[in-house]
T-cell receptor, first 114, second 111 residues
Framework: DGGITQSPKYLFRKEGQNVTLSCEQNLNHDAMYWYRQDPGQGLRLIYYSQIVNDFQKGDIAEGYSVSREKKESFPLTVTSAQKNPTAFYLC?????????????FGQGTRLTVV | GQQVMQIPQYQHVQEGEDFTTYCNSSTTLSNIQWYKQRPGGHPVFLIQ?????EVKKQKRLTFQFGEAKKNSSLHITATQTTDVGTYFC???????????FGGGTRVLVKP
């Protein structure tokens, strides 16, 4: 089955530790995105990538890092520099064409930092 | 930068009634998309509108794209409990495919 997979679903980390969230897609999509969602809030763009080996900062990139070494993978690292990392993180992919931007979302990862 | 605003933020609806949620962009959009997120779930794509003034229907849901391609609306008729969730509009920014989401309208249905 084609789709986008995020793991793990729930993640707990101690304050000050870096943590990497996984996102894999087998849809052959060029574009991939990371969003952060806080309770009762909308989706805020962290990073996005339109092609392998290239990515751009979104609106709230501080304290996060990404890589795009393979088309199907776009891992997100939440660093200790992120002041309030507890949130629901959503990864998405889209075909990447100018009008073909329908986004497919993963199930999300709920990160709790204690 | 481009902003996408949605109103209302919350919508309490009596089952069987109609309601409309609105989406407004500060800039012209090449297209607009609507997503639904059920409680505890992830956003799921509903529809994309591309043409100025376009209207599309999905059963009880009617989506409209404004003439100036800066606003959109979602109208739901005869609301059911299955309509509960948060509805987001989203538009790609002019420079690239950065999907910008509105803050969402959270819909609660009273049986």
């Amino acid at each position: 089955d084609g789709g986008i997979t995020q793991s793990p679903k729930y993640l707990f980390r101690k304050e000050g530790q870096n943590v990497t969230l996984s996102c894999e897609q087998n849809l052959n999509h060029d574009a991939m995105y990371w969003y952060r969602q806080d309770p009762g809030q909308g989706l805020r763009l962290i990073y996005y990538s339109q092609i392998v080996n290239d990515f751009q900062k979104g609106d709230i990139a501080e304290g996060y890092s990404v890589s795009r070494e393979k088309k199907e993978s776009f891992p997100l690292t939440v660093t200790s520099a992120q002041k309030n990392p507890t949130a629901f993180y959503l990864c998405a992919s889209s075909p990447g064409g100018k009008l073909d931007t329908e986004a497919f979302f993963g199930q999300g990862t709920r990160l709790t930092v204690v | 930068g481009q902003q996408v605003m949605q109103i209302p933020q919350y919508q309490h609806v009596q089952e069987g009634e109609d309601f409309t949620t609105y989406c407004n962009s500060s800039t012209t959009l090449s297209n607009i998309q609507w997503y639904k997120q059920r409680p505890g779930g992830h956003p799921v794509f509903l529809i994309q509108l591309v043409k100025s003034g376009e209207v599309k229907k999905q059963k009880r849901l009617t989506f409209q794209f404004g003439e100036a391609k800066k606003n959109s609306s979602l109208h739901i008729t005869a609301t059911q409990t299955t309509d509960v969730g948060t509805y987001f509009c989203a538009g790609p920014r002019a420079a690239g495919n950065k999907l910008t989401f509105g803050g969402g309208t959270r819909v609660l249905v009273k049986p």
